[in-house]
């Protein structure tokens, strides 16, 4: 064998006849590592934009109510009509808890009910998509002031009976407390929030890709959180009629035991069926 076509890691010079071919290699090598890296980047699902104020204290004002769960009715302005454009932030209470315990307790201290009363609160701001959530972090404390004022009137709109499909999962780490806050890798948090009081939602998408949010009730309004347990974080069709809280959407299952498990393929990127009612 020539000597030129042999060659030791240990010599100053590789012969060209190995040069070329190991050039070619690390430089294939370097090409298809970028486009691997690349495809695995563009895969990979996008970063959430939701937030959390965590450690950082908000004060707001509004009025309570108690239907469908727990939250703070606002008005933000005016429509081209002249008709108040409302806003109601949800409520939940600190840790993996609603927020029913803590107004409760306040209730029992202050000896007069709460739903309908203008209440100031401080608490920490979960916000997504649209949405708003305010956690009662302080608890009791976190209630600063309780006015009788004149009620504003709800907006309430009947949408019908749909089926939808989509995830269920707990608004609060959905919102902003966790990344991810849905999914398989949350479902046993979401379970424990979801026992603990804070009301589920599913997460539907539309056909024309729209993402749409809806608190999950009783046929009667009644809370349902303990049904729905087995089946967080997973992808389901449920069945109910749709009412129209000012700006949340509000899903009363007929029968929580007659959700339908889907097929992975499902997840989440299914558009949710007859949506042509909600828009």
Wanted: include cysteine; proline fraction near 5%.
């Amino acid at each position: 064998m020539p000597n030129n076509n042999f060659y030791i890691g240990y010599m100053e010079k590789m012969p060209a006849s190995f040069r070329k071919p190991v050039r070619l290699f690390v430089l294939a090598a370097a090409i298809l590592f970028s486009i691997g890296s690349f495809l695995i980047v563009r895969s990979q699902q996008a970063f959430s934009t939701a937030t959390f104020e965590l450690g950082q204290l908000t004060t707001v004002e509004g009025i309570l109510r108690m239907e469908p769960a727990p939250m703070l009715q606002l008005e933000t302005g005016k429509d081209s009509k002249g008709r108040p454009i409302l806003q109601s932030i949800l409520l939940i209470g600190f840790g993996k808890h609603g927020a029913e315990a803590t107004l409760e307790k306040v209730e029992a201290q202050r000896k007069l009910k709460l739903d309908g009363k203008k209440l100031k609160l401080e608490g920490t701001l979960i916000y997504h998509d649209g949405k708003t959530l305010l956690e009662l972090t302080q608890k009791e404390k976190s209630i600063l002031d309780v006015l009788d004022v004149a009620p504003l009137n709800r907006q309430l709109t009947e949408l019908g009976q749909i089926s939808l499909r989509g995830e269920i999962a707990d608004p609060k780490c959905y919102f902003g407390v966790m990344k991810p806050g849905e999914g398989k890798t949350h479902r046993s948090c979401a379970a424990r929030c979801i026992a603990g009081g804070i009301p589920p939602i599913l997460k539907a998408v539309s056909n024309d890709g729209q993402v749409q949010y809806f608190i999950i009730e009783g046929e009667d309004g009644e809370p349902i959180n303990e049904q729905v347990l087995p089946i967080v974080g997973e992808p389901v069709q449920l069945t109910g009629s749709v009412v129209l809280y000012d700006d949340w959407l509000v899903l009363r299952l007929k029968d929580a035991n007659s959700a339908q498990r889907l097929s992975a393929r499902f997840m989440l990127e299914a558009p949710m069926c007859n949506s042509g009612k909600l828009n």
